[in-house]
């Protein structure tokens, strides 16, 4: 549930999925609904590049360094550094995603704290000091690894049996 500035919780906004539509629509046209596209586009990006790099990579170094053959051990210890890299270049992203989608709006319907990401970006970083960049990292960690380690093992099944 969504919290204002100071911690109090704030009442439901919408009962559910056909309201929340119709109500966007109605308020804020159909373009509404796409609102927070750009943070989430951002973030997914890092996501997956960081994911996808980092999984080959540490695979090879694996194999390399610690004379790991193919199979779920090795699935799933790459999938944990993977995960733990992705979380690093994507918490900034969550934060930032967060802060702007959830920001209050002037009654004309213009943002009050954020103009964008980039905005976010610089006034979180310097009103709160980079490092706030990362609040929620343990949980997105949390929420992150399982993921990819599903999706890994996923992957490399289709590999092996699939070509």
């Known amino acids: 549930m969504a919290k204002d500035a100071e911690g109090n919780f704030l009442p439901k906004k919408y009962t559910g999925m056909t309201h929340a539509f119709t109500s966007i629509v109605k308020d804020e046209g159909v373009l509404g609904l796409w609102k ?6 951002g973030r997914a990006t890092a996501l997956a590049a960081a994911e996808l790099a980092s999984y080959d990579e540490a695979k090879g170094l694996f194999k390399k360094h610690a004379g790991m053959k193919d199979g779920l051990v090795l699935t799933c210890c790459t999938a944990f550094v993977s995960g733990f890299i992705s979380t690093v270049a994507s918490s900034p992203f969550d934060v930032v995603k967060s802060r702007v989608m959830g920001q209050p709006m002037n009654p004309d319907g213009s943002p009050k704290l954020y103009s964008g990401m980039v905005d976010c970006f610089a006034k979180t970083a310097k009103n709160e000091g980079a490092m706030a960049l990362y609040n929620g990292f343990w949980p997105n960690f ?3 690894v399982p993921r990819v380690t ?9 590999k092996s049996n699939f070509g």
């Open 36 to 41: 927070g596209v750009g943070p989430t586009c």
């Open 142 to 144: 949390g929420r992150v």
């Open 150 to 158: 599903i999706v890994f093992i996923v992957m490399e099944q289709l």
